[in-house]
Nanobody, 124 residues
Framework: QVQLVESGGASVQPGGSLRLSCAASHLTVGNNCMSWFRQPPGKEREGVAAISRNGISYYADSVKGRFTISRDNAESTVYLQMSSLKPEDTAVYFC??????????????????WGQGTQVTVSL
C-alpha cells in the first residue's frame, strides 16, 4: 500500500524558512507527478508545487520565487523548501502523488495518494 509521510512543519516568524519532507513507501517518486498542496484554515485545499516525471517543476503564482520542490529518487523523498515565508502561507501542507502533472500543478481530484499533512504556522 502506498504511503506518504510528511514532516518538517513548524511555527516560524515571517521571513523565515522551512523545509518539508515527504517520504514515500511502495511508490517510486521519479515515476510519478509528486505535488505539494496546502489547506489554510477555513479554506479549500490548493496546489502549491509539483515535479513531473521528467523533473520539470511547477508552482502556484503565490509561491513562485519563494518555494522550491525537489526530489531524491534514491531516498524516495520529495522536498519543499520554503523561504521568505508570509503569514498567508499558514496552512496544513500535504504531499500527494498523481500519474501525470499535465503541464502544471494538478488539481486535488487528480491525486491518487495523499499524506496526512504537516502544520506550518507563520506568525510573529
Amino acid at each position: 500500500q502506498v504511503q506518504l509521510v510528511e514532516s518538517g512543519g513548524a511555527s516560524v516568524q515571517p521571513g523565515g524558512s522551512l523545509r518539508l519532507s515527504c517520504a514515500a513507501s511502495h511508490l517510486t517518486v521519479g515515476n510519478n507527478c509528486m505535488s505539494w498542496f496546502r489547506q489554510p484554515p477555513g479554506k479549500e485545499r490548493e496546489g502549491v508545487a509539483a515535479i513531473s516525471r521528467n523533473g520539470i517543476s511547477y508552482y502556484a503564482d503565490s509561491v513562485k520565487g519563494r518555494f522550491t520542490i525537489s526530489r531524491d529518487n534514491a531516498e524516495s523523498t520529495v522536498y519543499l523548501q520554503m523561504s521568505s515565508l508570509k503569514p498567508e502561507d499558514t496552512a496544513v501542507y500535504f504531499c500527494a502523488a498523481a500519474t501525470l502533472c499535465g503541464g502544471g500543478v494538478p488539481s486535488p481530484a487528480e491525486m491518487v495518494a495523499w499524506g496526512q499533512g504537516t502544520q506550518v504556522t507563520v506568525s510573529l
